[in-house]
């Protein structure tokens, strides 16, 4: 059964299209990115499974169930960290954690559960604190509690790590990594590539809200075929570059000059036999791999022109 | 409606009480003085001998008018300013994202609101014990009025911190609707003294049967039978509550 299924799924502002016919399938126990622009419709997406937004057209489903018809079931299987910063200030962070059970009808039970949420997020000073006297850090801490303050299967978090220190963006990870492999789904939205590349198998591309793409990681950074040559040249050596090869030149800094090679077309070893029949001579090489952020600027530009 | 969830529901309308326990002196004790300023100015300006309803003091007749307006008010005030800030704060959200059904969501707002609005009801007629001590004949009867008007003010408390888009949207639903028609609902004169134009208006304003019915349960007396007051305040507690649940319902301001 998938953690998440959407098909067909759209939704209109008006005369906006916010999300144009999207269908995805993400399984349970993925760790799963939700990457794109902003405005590309992520954050519609993911109201749409918590069941903040109504959809215009399709269906959605978390954990197996309707997100309309099955609404109880689908949201007691899902917890969201939302984009915006909300709070209630009446009230100090154990005090809301233990509501936010509540409202799930976990309450007692969940006491100890809130302790260790209050821990691994490193609330524990905080604990008693009126929301309202926490820094913008700290109630994004308290926003991954109460997402979770009811142990949901598949866990949201709507770019979680926005304005959070270092210190606790590898926290979160840590924990994230550790509820994954407990069994939990985690699907994470970020404007910070590499934090998906590290955590994430598999990674959808949202662009003006269609699907630009959605593979497993590593076969997303092969579809990206160029490559990076960071030479550094020895005196005398610069003009005496094969015409075919200056042509892939694309950026010099004294005696540094970059070519972008292309996978199969320009092999390494080709590359250098023709440097060494040209005489051009190099004190030091460096190869760039593309990583995600080269795959998804090329996404995100081609579909959008 | 074959499933509740309740304690979610519980656990909403907890917080909610809990919410204006925790700022009672503006919730509870600011009401309570009002009332008492009144009292102490008409207690030593008006002269008691004018009587409203025959055989009814003057001050006898105010105090019931007073609770049930205080009553009214703050039920309204209620469930207005928490849903309204919750969601400037966004932090309605987390209801919403919730198990909790439409229904759920509203009765346990309008339970606070009624919480709230007896609290107050009940803070009032104590303190007014201090000028005039006015003990209820229809004990049953007052608390049932008290109950009702509580569901119809909270009801529309939700209504406005629904429709509204700024704090300023809920002062002018307080100020132009509430307040005047609480004031014109004979809380301080019999109805029955109005010219004719002005009696037939007041005919057509439930606040009036609220006042006049929980009246009759203090004082024994009262212009409309209060079996009809009753029943008017039963049908506009529903449809109160109705429209509140509609709103909610389709979803307006609160889901996209
Ligand atoms: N309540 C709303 N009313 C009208 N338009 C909206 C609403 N919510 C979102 N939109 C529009 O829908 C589009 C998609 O927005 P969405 O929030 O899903 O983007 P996003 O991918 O989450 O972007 P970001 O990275 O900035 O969070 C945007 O053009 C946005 O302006
Ligand atoms: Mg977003």
Not at chain 1, 175 to 193: D, K, P, Q, S, W
Not at chain 1, 294 to 299: A, G, Q, R, T
Not at chain 2, 183 to 212: E, H, I
Request: a positive charge.
């Amino acid at each position: 059964m998938a953690a998440v299924k959407v098909e067909n799924l759209g939704k209109d502002y008006g005369s906006l299209r916010a999300l144009g016919g999207v269908s995805l399938e993400i399984g349970e126990g993925e760790f799963f990115a939700l990457l794109g622009p902003n405005g590309a419709g992520k954050s519609t997406l993911i109201n749409i499974l918590a069941g903040l937004v109504r959809p215009s057209r399709g269906r959605a489903a978390v954990a197996g169930f309707d997100v309309r018809r099955q609404w109880r079931k689908a949201r007691r299987s899902l917890g969201v960290v939302p984009q915006e910063l909300a709070y209630d200030p009446f009230f100090t962070v154990r005090e809301l954690l233990t509501l936010q059970a509540g409202y799930f009808g976990c309450g007692r039970p969940a006491k100890k559960w809130i302790d260790e949420l209050i821990g691994r997020l490193g609330l524990e000073e905080k604990a008693d604190t009126l929301m309202n006297h926490l820094s913008g850090g700290m109630k994004r801490r308290v926003l991954v509690a109460q997402a979770l303050v009811h142990r949901p299967a598949v866990v949201i978090l709507d770019e979680p790590t926005a304005g959070v220190d270092v210190a606790l963006r590898s926290r979160l990870w840590v924990f994230m990594r550790e509820l994954n492999r407990a069994g939990h789904t985690i699907i994470l939205t970020t404007h910070y590539l590499e934090e998906a590349e590290n955590m994430c198998r598999r990674v959808a591309v949202l662009n003006r809200g269609r699907l630009a793409a959605l593979a497993p990681l590593d076969e997303l950074l092969r579809r990206y075929s160029w490559r990076m040559l960071h030479l550094k040249l020895r005196s005398g050596s610069c003009g005496r570059l094969p015409p075919g090869l200056a042509e892939l030149v694309v950026k010099t800094s004294g005696p540094e000059i970059v070519l972008r090679l292309h996978r199969d077309r320009d092999p390494l070893g080709g590359v250098f036999e023709e440097l060494e029949a040209a005489g051009v001579r190099f004190s030091d090489l460096r190869i760039h791999e593309p990583g995600l952020t080269e795959v998804y600027h090329e996404l995100t530009a081609e579909a959008g022109s | 409606m074959n499933d509740f969830n309740l304690p979610g529901f519980y656990t909403l309308f907890a917080r909610e009480v809990w919410r204006f326990l925790k700022v009672s002196i503006q919730t509870i004790l600011t009401p309570v003085v009002t009332v008492m300023l009144y009292l102490l100015i008409f207690s030593s300006v008006i002269a008691n001998s004018r009587q409203m309803l025959p055989g009814v003091d003057f001050l006898n007749f105010l105090v019931p008018g007073l609770i049930i307006m205080a009553i009214l008010q703050n039920a309204f005030a209620n469930s207005s300013s928490s849903l309204f800030q919750s969601r400037l704060n966004g932090n309605v959200t987390f209801v919403l994202l919730a198990p909790i059904s439409d229904f759920e969501f509203c009765l346990a707002f309008v339970g606070a609101s009624v919480v709230r609005g007896l609290c107050v009801g009940c803070g009032v007629w104590l303190a007014a014990g201090c000028f005039v001590w006015v003990p209820p004949v229809r004990p049953l009867l007052a608390l049932a009025l008290a109950v009702t008007a509580s569901i119809a003010l909270g009801s529309l408390g939700l209504v406005s911190a629904i429709i509204a888009d700024k704090w300023d949207h809920i002062a002018a639903f307080q100020n132009f609707v509430i307040v005047p028609f609480s004031f014109l609902s004979g809380v301080f004169f019999a109805v029955s003294k109005l010219p004719l134009f002005w009696r037939r208006v007041s005919l057509g304003n439930p606040f009036y049967y609220l006042v006049d019915g929980f009246r009759a349960a203090f004082v024994g007396v009262s212009e409309m039978p209060p079996g009809l007051s009753l029943a008017v305040a039963v049908v506009f507690s529903l449809l109160s509550f109705a429209w509140a649940l509609r709103l909610l319902h389709k979803g307006s301001n609160l889901r996209a």
